[in-house]
């Protein structure tokens, strides 16, 4: 994903598309995804558009706003909604809320800045996933640069400039593994391949991974691949 959340706009009213073509979009960290004319034929298109934002009527033809919410959200969970409406009724914003909508808007009533500040109130929340999705892709290089030295949570948070917690919480939510088994898992990744396509001896690769002690890295070498660095450089 890119650094600008990818908006997708749906609704049957040919003028309001053509005005949200032009707005601003980068000025809200967003861009154009693409359009819709119906909640149908926007949902035919989320597994290719990919987007972050859905701009939303209600009513329209074949499928409303409502619908198209309720069935989007269960292909893409963290697919965020912002209702624009003819319709300023509390029932259609109570169930839109339900839904999961993080804004709604009145048609001929809100402005281009009130987009915009939707939009950045929806980029500030799901926009520091954005951001950290960055640092996280921050965290990954610098591992791969620095794999040979002795490198801590601690360490790199204090470079990048947010806490160690927030930091390994992030890691975690967005890879999906604790950041000392990434590191671990990493390592043994870079000797295995040394290991097959250099002729150096155990140690020099155990301290080219960044693990000075060569019988604590013959234990996770094994502990990941099941045999000995030895037996698997002579396999």
């Not at 309001?16 to 000025?27: A, D, K, N, Y």
């Not at 281009?112 to 929806?122: F, K, Q, T, Y």
């Not at 996933?129 to 640092?135: D, F, G, I, V």
Request: aromatic share 12%; proline share 3%.
């Amino acid at each position: 994903m890119t650094d600008k959340a990818r908006v997708l706009c749906v609704d049957d009213d040919y003028p309001i598309l053509e005005s949200l073509r032009h707005f601003p979009w980068e000025t809200y960290r967003c861009e154009w995804a693409g359009e819709a004319c119906n909640g149908q034929a926007a949902l035919k298109q989320l597994d290719t558009l990919c987007p972050d934002v859905a701009v939303v009527d209600v009513v329209m033809p074949v499928m409303d706003g409502l619908d198209f919410i309720c069935q989007a959200r269960e292909k893409f969970a963290n697919l965020q909604f912002i209702i624009i409406s003819s319709y300023c009724d509390f029932k259609y914003a109570r169930q839109a809320m339900r839904y999961g909508v993080c804004e709604y808007l009145t048609k001929g009533e809100y402005s281009d800045e009130d987009l915009g500040e939707a939009l950045l109130r929806i980029v500030g929340a799901d926009g520091e996933a954005l951001e950290y999705r960055y640092e996280v892709r921050k965290v990954i290089h610098i591992l791969e640069m620095r794999l040979g030295e002795e490198i801590t949570l601690e360490s790199i948070s204090e470079e990048i400039g947010i806490s160690p917690n927030y930091l390994g919480m992030l890691f975690f939510q967005q890879t999906g593994t604790h950041f000392k088994e990434y590191l671990m898992t990493m390592r043994m990744q870079r000797a295995k391949k040394l290991l097959l396509h250099s002729p150096l001896k155990m140690y020099e690769i155990a301290n080219q991974v960044g693990i000075q002690n060569p019988q604590y890295f013959t234990a996770l070498f094994k502990r990941v691949y099941g045999v000995t660095p030895g037996k698997m450089r002579g396999l």
